[in-house]
């Protein structure tokens, strides 16, 4: 068991009581999750050698991404994955940080703000590329909720290859810039078009 789930077993009635407020329908999940990983006897996984005839069950992980003791063979697969779509290009990362004044909205309406903020930098990528690089850009794109101090801090972080594809002549344009965008006009438009479409958003508004 690691060490954050032997905490989380000790001071979980504390925090319920403390921070039960703030505690959303996901959060609650992982820490049900956490809870039970490996150590629910109704979930097993079965473990048998064809050579020796050795059996044995063990209680089966949780899987949930949130928690440490799964979280480090799912990342590894996730990082193999993503390795493997590498093109022989460089690459730029890209980071869009909801502006604060959001914050309590993310507390609030997390889904449906989390969606609209990878459509508006997709949107805006998509964009920037088409009138600069006249191609189209391809992206990968991660969701970074919290900070390290688990504080509410909702960003994305944005892996760019330095190049654009022309799908009507079939080529591709290698970009030999030593910067992608102007990070000051990206940021002027994200700002922009984040708070227009909030706004805009029948879920996601203040006024919903």
């Not at 097993?44 to 480090?72: K, V």
């Not at 997390?110 to 930098?121: E, N």
């Not at 504080?151 to 290859?161: A, D, M, S, T």
């Amino acid at each position: 068991m690691s060490q954050f789930i032997a905490l989380l077993e000790r001071y979980h009635e504390q925090l319920e009581q403390q921070y039960g407020g703030l505690l959303n329908q996901d959060i609650r999940r992982a820490i049900t999750d956490m809870l039970h990983c490996k150590n629910d006897t109704t979930r097993t996984t079965q473990w048998h050698c064809g050579h020796c005839q050795h059996d044995q069950q063990h209680p089966a992980s949780c899987g949930n991404r949130s928690c440490p003791q799964c979280l480090h063979q799912t990342t590894s697969n996730w990082l193999a994955k993503q390795t493997n779509k590498l093109l022989p290009v460089h690459y730029f990362m890209v980071t869009f940080t909801l502006p604060y004044q959001f914050r309590a909205l993310a507390h609030k309406k997390p889904k449906a703000l989390y969606k609209l903020m990878f459509q508006v930098t997709s949107n805006i990528l998509k964009d920037f590329a088409s009138r600069q690089n006249k191609g189209d850009l391809g992206f990968t794109s991660v969701l970074h909720t919290h900070n390290r101090k688990r504080e509410c801090h909702p960003h994305l972080h944005i892996i760019v290859p330095s190049g654009s594809y022309d799908a009507t002549n079939k080529q591709w344009h290698k970009n030999d810039k030593k910067y992608l965008f102007n990070e000051l006009a990206l940021a002027k438009v994200w700002r922009a078009r984040v708070i227009d479409a909030i706004n805009h958003h029948p879920r996601v508004s203040y006024a919903q």
